[in-house]
């Protein structure tokens, strides 16, 4: 899932705005959540700590959506919010199945090892066709990981670690 945060105890980055849309005050975002009906007319996004109900809500592709914000009603408070995070409380991420996660609960976790070998944080999530793939930045360099239950051994959201068994030629 894509939803993301920098430590889970902030609110959740559900997407940007990247630009006004029309006359009329609707923007245009980037939505980096996976969470369905997030953007659907009558939901609640923060724009700068502000809540914004959504009155018009159009996916333009799977990554975008045109919205329209009540009370927002013009062109200039449109360009306004540009380039703006829209947030969600975390308290509205849904629950997920054991062994499945937010981007935000493994964004910064430390990744160790088998051995115990520290290689570093989980500093970004690539998604790919077939599966994620986190960037682990540490002392090394980078260390791209693909997210499969052979190389992701455990995941404690608790202790914020991540323990690995790196396959042959992975470094």
């Known amino acids: 899932m894509t939803e993301s945060s920098r430590d889970g105890s902030e609110p959740i980055i559900v997407g940007r705005i990247a630009s006004a849309h029309g006359l009329s005050g609707a923007v245009k975002a980037e939505a980096i959540s996976d969470v369905p009906h997030r953007f659907d007319v009558g939901q609640?996004?923060?724009?700068?700590?502000?809540p914004y109900v959504i009155s018009s809500s159009v996916r333009a592709s799977r990554r975008q959506v045109i919205l329209k914000f009540r009370g927002l009603d013009s062109?200039?408070?449109?360009?306004?919010?540009?380039?703006?995070?829209?947030?969600?409380?975390?308290?509205?991420?849904p629950a997920l199945p054991e062994g499945r996660?937010?981007?935000?609960?493994?964004?910064?976790?430390?990744?160790?090892?088998?051995?115990?070998e520290i290689l570093g944080r989980v500093c970004e999530i690539l998604e790919t066709g077939s599966n994620d793939v986190y960037v682990v930045s540490g002392d090394g360099g980078e260390l791209l990981l693909p997210a499969l239950a052979d190389v992701?051994?455990?995941?404690?959201?608790?202790q914020g670690l991540m323990v690995v068994d790196l396959p042959d030629g992975l470094r």
Do not use: K
Request: proline share 2%; glycine share 12%; net charge negative.
């Open 101 to 116: 996660y937010f981007h935000f609960q493994l964004l910064g976790l430390q990744v160790f090892t088998n051995e115990g």
């Open 152 to 158: 992701i051994r455990e995941i404690d959201l608790a």
């Open 75 to 93: 062109l200039a408070g449109a360009r306004g919010l540009v380039g703006e995070w829209m947030t969600v409380p975390l308290e509205s991420a």
């Open 44 to 50: 609640t996004l923060h724009v700068r700590g502000t």
